[in-house]
C-alpha cells in the first residue's frame, strides 16, 4: 500500500510567521505534489518535483516555495503567512508515467489556518 | 480557464439508486481520466481511471464511462451506499505528463 504522510494534521499560524509543511511517501516515488483545496475551487496544484533537487511550478506557486531535498520528502513552505493562504493542503505522490498517464495517492492533508 | 468542469456541486440519491457524477472536459490532448472520493479532513483516495483508448471501465459497484466526442465521462455508482456520501473529483492527465487538472468536485449525499 502506498502511504503518503503530512507532518500535521492541523495547524494554526499568525500572519507573517514562516510556515513548513512536511510531506513524506514510502513508495519510491519520482513525482510529489502540493495542492490546496478551496470550496468551490477544487484541488489547485501550488508546486510538483518529478527528481530530487527539481521543483516546478503549478497554477498557483505565488507565495509559496518549496524544498526537495530526498526523494521521498517534499517541503512546502510559506514564506510569511497570510490570512488567504488559510487552507487545506494536500501532498501528492506519483511514479514516472510509462507511455500512460498514472495515479497520484494523496496524503491526509493539513489544514493550515492563519490568524 | 476551467478545463475540467464538475457542473454539479451537489447530487442526492436514495439508499440502493444508481449515483451518476458527471465530468466534462475541454483539452483535447487529455487522455487519461480518475475518479478521487473525499471524505471531510482526508485526503483525496483513489477510485477508478480510464484511459483513453476504452469507453468503460468496471470495479465493483463502480462504473465509469468514456465519451471522447463529447469530451464527456461520468462514474455510475449502483447500487448506492451511505458510505459512499462524500466529494467527488474527476481529474484529467495528457499523455506523458505527471500533472493531474482537476474538478471543482460533486458533493454526493445517499439518503437512508
Known amino acids: 500500500d502506498v502511504k503518503v504522510t503530512q507532518s500535521s494534521r492541523y495547524l494554526v499560524k499568525r500572519t507573517g510567521e514562516k510556515v513548513f509543511l512536511e510531506c513524506v511517501q514510502d513508495m519510491d516515488h519520482e513525482n510529489m505534489f502540493w495542492y490546496r483545496q478551496d470550496p468551490g475551487l477544487g484541488l489547485r496544484l501550488i508546486y510538483f518535483?518529478?527528481?530530487?533537487?527539481?521543483?516546478e511550478k503549478g497554477d498557483i506557486p505565488e507565495g509559496y516555495s518549496v524544498s526537495r531535498e530526498k526523494k521521498e520528502r517534499f517541503s512546502l513552505i510559506l514564506e510569511s503567512a497570510s490570512t488567504n493562504q488559510t487552507s487545506m493542503y494536500l501532498c501528492?505522490?506519483?511514479?514516472?508515467?510509462?507511455?500512460?498517464?498514472?495515479?497520484?495517492?494523496f496524503g491526509p492533508g493539513t489544514r493550515l489556518t492563519v490568524l | 480557464d476551467q478545463q475540467v468542469k464538475q457542473n454539479s456541486p451537489s447530487l442526492s440519491v436514495q439508499e440502493g439508486r444508481i449515483s451518476i457524477l458527471n465530468c466534462d472536459y475541454t483539452?483535447?490532448?487529455?487522455?487519461?481520466f480518475l475518479w478521487y472520493k473525499k471524505y471531510p479532513a482526508e485526503g483525496p483516495t483513489f477510485l477508478i481511471s480510464i484511459s483513453s483508448i476504452k469507453d468503460k471501465n468496471e470495479d465493483g459497484r463502480f462504473t465509469v464511462f468514456l465519451n471522447k466526442s463529447a469530451k464527456h465521462l461520468s462514474l455510475h455508482i449502483v447500487p448506492s451506499q451511505p458510505g459512499d456520501s462524500a466529494v467527488y473529483f474527476c481529474a484529467a492527465s495528457a499523455y506523458g505528463n505527471e500533472k493531474l487538472t482537476f474538478g471543482t468536485g460533486t458533493r454526493l449525499t445517499i439518503i437512508p
Open positions: 501528492a505522490s506519483s511514479s514516472s508515467p510509462s507511455g500512460g498517464g498514472d495515479t497520484q495517492y
Open positions: 483539452n483535447s490532448m487529455f487522455d487519461y
Open positions: 518535483s518529478y527528481d530530487v533537487k527539481m521543483k
